[in-house]
């Protein structure tokens, strides 16, 4: 492992907030339905899932291209977190979409 | 499908460029070796793939989202090509980097 | 490239259908609701979507390990298919979803 | 969370074994050089990070389809493993993918 100690950290939350996303994405709210199925919670929370993903990805790959996908990340999942607050129920998405935010600032530095 | 003929124009072409950057480094670059097989080229053009089916997917998600990630793509894209002209011998991969970059460009807009 | 025509095929179909069953799924099945709108619809679709894009990946990075991953497929788009034919106005899926199993299962070989 | 504790501790392998194949592949190896950067090895990792990254992904989706590409998951995890032992000093990537293809064959089961 080349990555420093607050790089892992990164990949972790990021690992984490995309696993909640799309595991609360393709389950709880739509098995909830109202506000939470509506497409733009949905899409909202699949993309965030995604550029999660790939933020991870880039970290892991070794290239310093992560600062720039690290930034829109953070933006992401500010957006995710609020939209969660908004429709409701989603304490857990929202505590790992803030937590992913402030590390990939660090990141994105 | 919701999206525009310049949005399937974009993610046409960042999946070229994803397919050309993943084919040609996992292959035509290892075999070659030398600047080819350099670990900072190796990441720089699995990091440009990784990207470009990122922002594919954000499109075809339809999420409004899209947009940072196609202008964070397009940056890579030019990196990736600029790369790419540098060790020589990649001119399919120049092209379909500085087309997607083109089309990212566009829709960052 | 050092990928045969057959293989090439197989990738557009591929990321022929990972496209349209990630579009409809996001945009399409979402607005229309009830049946279209259930998590296991939505999920089988997502899942489906998953597959194809990652057994694109192992044709891309040139390893004999696809042949599994495009078994796989297959049956992934067979059981897909049947879903959207259930549901209904979902053709353009259907026809995606066969088409990809037919070029997958020639790869699984 | 709808999935079970022994789904949660596959995904957690699958994550950890497509974090290490990834790093391990685009640093180390490529570091390394000779036969640690011969393409049949680097295509074997790539594929194998990707397999467990599509595993994990099918899992948090909540679909039965996990199944098979757990199965598929397995199998790759091994060859992976075997070709890591070949080429030495590759312990890391060993544990991560003899302790994933175990979880996946639970999975599988």
Redesign the interface.
């Known amino acids: 492992?080349?990555?420093s100690s607050a790089m892992q950290a990164c990949?972790d939350d990021c690992?984490r907030c995309y696993?909640i996303c799309?595991?609360m994405a393709?389950?709880?709210c739509?098995?909830l339905g109202g506000e939470h199925?509506?497409?733009?919670h949905?899409?909202?929370m699949?993309?965030c899932s995604?550029?999660c993903?790939?933020a991870?990805?880039?970290m892991?790959?070794?290239?310093p291209?992560?600062r720039?996908?690290c930034a829109?990340c953070a933006?992401?999942c500010e957006?995710c977190a609020r939209d969660c607050e908004r429709v409701g129920q989603m304490e857990d998405c929202v505590r790992a979409c803030r937590d992913c935010a402030e590390s990939c600032r660090k990141m994105a530095g």
Chains 1, 2, 3, 4 share one sequence.
């Open positions: 492992m080349h990555t990949i690992l696993r799309l595991d393709s389950s709880h739509l098995e199925a509506k497409p733009a949905i899409q909202l699949l993309a995604e550029v993903r790939s991870a990805h880039l892991l790959l070794g290239t291209h992560h720039h996908l829109e933006e992401i957006d």
